[in-house]
């Protein structure tokens, strides 16, 4: 057991990322102690878990706000000018409530389903075409984090299952990561998956809806995943939210998690209650090369 002072000094000599600006963390010895046990243990009992909107993808560039899936759709021209108007009016009013911290979760839950089922049902009524999709993404702003090269291309050669989970729509994620080559064979995703009709129109939403907050009982839904991953008790979540804390309660026998949490926003107000709840907390950081250079460590890539 080290200092906090020499538990620091180990680390940037070990993982020199963590000598970055962005980097915060509570308690660096416990970040310690979990990174050496997950190590020894061996990057074949490591699975990763990663939240998808403003996690694997930036929150901002050039000072310009990032769009999330659902904004990949909202600002298409897939999208009349009514409806985008609707949006805006929803994303305006819900949003807030979603990162407002002074708000308990409790609270947050039935506004949240609110959100989200108005937000599917516009959707709906504009009669959205499948065969559309990858046009829309390809031409949007969507941007994955920097150095996710490196994340998807490293987790797919060590053959390290990354579970991306999202309150966004899977088929946009998809989209976005297939069109950035790298929807290796290792991912599986958990997310809103848009149901079409035989005309290939969207005519509603496949499954129980995952919003931000609800990601336990998402987890709990899909035990079988994880009884297939029951090896791999070793596991590094990447959220951004809160509700992506709980992301990973479905994997069985958990022995070791690190937690990275991304501060993207309402920086001062949250800083503390992401210090409390994340490991390790990001802060304005557009990249993936902390989670990056722990996965270099814990795969004993130089
Ligand atoms: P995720 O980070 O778990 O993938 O969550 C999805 C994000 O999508 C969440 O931060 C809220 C956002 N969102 C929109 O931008 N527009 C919408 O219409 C809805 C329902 C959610
Ligand atoms: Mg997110």
């Given at each position: 057991m080290l200092c906090q002072v020499c538990s620091v000094f180990f680390f940037i000599v070990l993982i020199p990322e963590f000598a970055n600006i962005?980097?915060?963390m509570k308690d660096p010895e416990r970040?310690?102690?979990?990174?050496?046990?997950?190590?020894?243990?061996?990057?074949?009992?490591?699975?990763?878990?990663?939240?998808?909107?403003?996690?694997?993808?930036?929150?901002?560039?050039?000072g310009k706000r990032c769009p999330t899936c659902h904004n990949i759709l909202d600002n298409s021209l897939l999208i009349d000018d009514e409806c985008k108007k609707e949006l805006k009016d929803?994303?305006?009013?819900?949003?807030?409530?979603?990162?407002?911290s002074s708000r308990p979760v409790e609270e947050k839950l039935p506004l949240m389903v609110e959100w989200w089922t108005k937000a599917h049902e516009l959707l709906i009524e504009q009669r959205i075409r499948?065969?559309?999709?990858?046009?829309?993404?390809?031409?949007?702003e969507a941007k994955l984090r920097e150095g996710y090269g490196f994340f998807f291309d490293h987790l797919h050669e060590h053959s390290i299952p990354l579970?991306?989970?999202?309150?966004?729509?899977?088929d946009i994620l998809e989209e976005v990561i297939r069109q950035a080559g790298v929807f290796h064979s290792n991912v599986n995703v958990f997310s809103n998956y848009m149901d079409f009709d035989e005309l290939g129109v969207l005519h509603g939403f496949k499954g129980?809806?995952?919003?931000?907050?609800?990601?336990?009982?998402?987890?709990?839904?899909?035990?079988?995943?994880?009884?297939?991953?029951?090896?791999?008790?070793?596991?590094?979540?990447?959220?951004?939210?809160?509700g992506d804390l709980s992301m990973a309660d479905g994997v069985q026998d958990m022995e070791?998690?690190?937690?990275?949490?991304?501060?993207?926003?309402?920086?001062?107000?949250?800083?503390?209650?992401?210090?409390?709840?994340?490991?390790?907390?990001?802060v304005k950081d557009e990249t993936l090369d902390v989670p990056n250079a722990i996965i270099r460590y814990l795969t004993g890539t130089k």
């Amino acid at each position: 057991m080290l200092c906090q002072v020499c538990s620091v000094f180990f680390f940037i000599v070990l993982i020199p990322e963590f000598a970055n600006i962005s980097v915060c963390m509570k308690d660096p010895e416990r970040v310690q102690d979990i990174i050496v046990s997950m190590q020894k243990a061996g990057s074949n009992t490591l699975q990763v878990i990663a939240d998808f909107d403003m996690t694997l993808t930036r929150f901002a560039y050039n000072g310009k706000r990032c769009p999330t899936c659902h904004n990949i759709l909202d600002n298409s021209l897939l999208i009349d000018d009514e409806c985008k108007k609707e949006l805006k009016d929803l994303l305006n009013t819900y949003y807030p409530i979603e990162i407002d911290s002074s708000r308990p979760v409790e609270e947050k839950l039935p506004l949240m389903v609110e959100w989200w089922t108005k937000a599917h049902e516009l959707l709906i009524e504009q009669r959205i075409r499948k065969d559309d999709l990858a046009k829309v993404v390809s031409q949007s702003e969507a941007k994955l984090r920097e150095g996710y090269g490196f994340f998807f291309d490293h987790l797919h050669e060590h053959s390290i299952p990354l579970l991306i989970f999202s309150a966004g729509i899977g088929d946009i994620l998809e989209e976005v990561i297939r069109q950035a080559g790298v929807f290796h064979s290792n991912v599986n995703v958990f997310s809103n998956y848009m149901d079409f009709d035989e005309l290939g129109v969207l005519h509603g939403f496949k499954g129980e809806l995952i919003h931000v907050y609800n990601k336990r009982e998402g987890a709990m839904l899909n035990t079988g995943h994880f009884r297939e991953l029951r090896a791999r008790p070793n596991v590094l979540l990447l959220g951004d939210s809160l509700g992506d804390l709980s992301m990973a309660d479905g994997v069985q026998d958990m022995e070791n998690i690190l937690k990275i949490g991304f501060l993207n926003d309402k920086v001062e107000d949250r800083r503390q209650f992401y210090l409390d709840s994340f490991d390790i907390v990001l802060v304005k950081d557009e990249t993936l090369d902390v989670p990056n250079a722990i996965i270099r460590y814990l795969t004993g890539t130089k």
